[in-house]
């Protein structure tokens, strides 16, 4: 009998995960379409499967989609912003400079006000360079009517994402001076790294004293709220450069327990976006590195 290491499903793992995972923004709710998956997979007639990879594409798409549409619910009533899980990389996730983009947190963020169909669609689609007829098989329409999905979905995402051609040295540069700053309580230096329009999003799922419900916009009072927020901390917190989904970010760490992790997308030189993620239900994946790959 071959071994398990020899069943395309633990071959295609990575893939499968990184493709549930963009569809849904969550760690966790991508490992338990993994299972189910799993659980569907044992049932197959291996034999009647000419294209493994296509097959199990399709699984996981379908038990994405099903995911998808429940969790959609369960966001309408979560406290303050929602921003997607995020997770450990190693660098050489970077070296994928497409697929590092659309991993990245600011992407998840843009992929989260499609429906569920157009999200899958772009993610099989534009990630994952899925043929259409592929995708139509597994989202349950007609090839015609999942080009004309597509199409709509890239015109939504590109009037959204940030459209930004920014080298992995530079961003990992203006990371590390935001760190400098922040770990010195420097006001000036954080204005500094911060473009003057700066968004700050935070994630606190309701759970953290300190977690902005809202958007802070500026960076006067962005530098203002950081400093002001740590000075009123009673223990030690330290920042640290870290890959957050395939681009340079930010770990955060009070007393040597981890309360946060922050992602940036960088224009001109300065941080034009900030997304943190303390909801402490969304960093049980910054510990160990995941492996996204397409």
């Known amino acids: ?30 490992e338990d379409v993994l299972q189910e998956s799993w659980l569907r997979w044992a049932d197959v007639d291996r034999g009647q499967v ?19 549409r429940t969790v959609s619910r369960r966001r309408e009533d979560y406290v303050g912003e929602w921003l997607p899980e995020p997770l450990l990389t190693s660098p050489d ?13 600011a992407m998840l963020t843009v992929l989260e006000t499609l429906l569920p169909t157009e999200r899958a669609v772009f993610v099989l689609r534009e990630v994952f360079d899925v043929p259409y007829d592929e995708i139509a098989e597994a989202v349950d329409k007609t090839p015609a009517a999942v080009r004309q999905i597509a199409h709509r979905a890239k015109d939504h ?34 204005m500094d790294v911060l473009a003057p329009d700066v968004v700050s999003v935070a994630d606190g799922g309701g759970l953290v004293r300190g977690a902005a419900r809202r958007p802070i916009v500026g960076a006067e009072k962005m530098a203002r709220y950081l400093v002001g927020g740590l000075a009123k901390l009673d223990q ?17 760490e009070v007393a040597g327990e981890l309360v946060g992790a922050v992602s940036v997308v960088v224009e ?8 943190s993620i303390a909801n402490p239900h969304k960093l049980a994946w910054l510990d160990e590195e995941s492996a996204l790959t397409r």
Request: hydrophobic share 50%.
């Open 50 to 68: 000419r294209d493994p990879r296509a097959y199990l594409v399709r699984i996981v798409t379908r038990q994405a989609l099903n995911h998808l």
């Open 93 to 105: 996730v970077a070296d994928d400079v497409e697929l590092a983009d659309n991993v990245s947190i």
């Open 236 to 252: 030690p917190f330290v920042a640290s450069a870290i890959w957050v989904n395939g681009q340079p970010g930010v770990r955060a």
């Open 1 to 30: 009998m071959p071994g398990m290491s020899e069943d395309p499903f633990v071959t295609h793992r990575g893939l499968l995960f990184t493709v549930a995972y963009e569809m849904l923004g969550s760690a966790a709710d991508a």
């Open 268 to 275: 001109d030189g300065r941080i034009s976006r900030i997304f």
């Open 157 to 190: 995402v590109a009037a959204r994402r940030p459209r930004v051609n920014v080298d992995r040295t530079e961003q990992a540069e203006v990371v590390a001076k935001f760190v400098a700053a922040v770990n010195s309580g420097d006001v000036q230096a954080l």
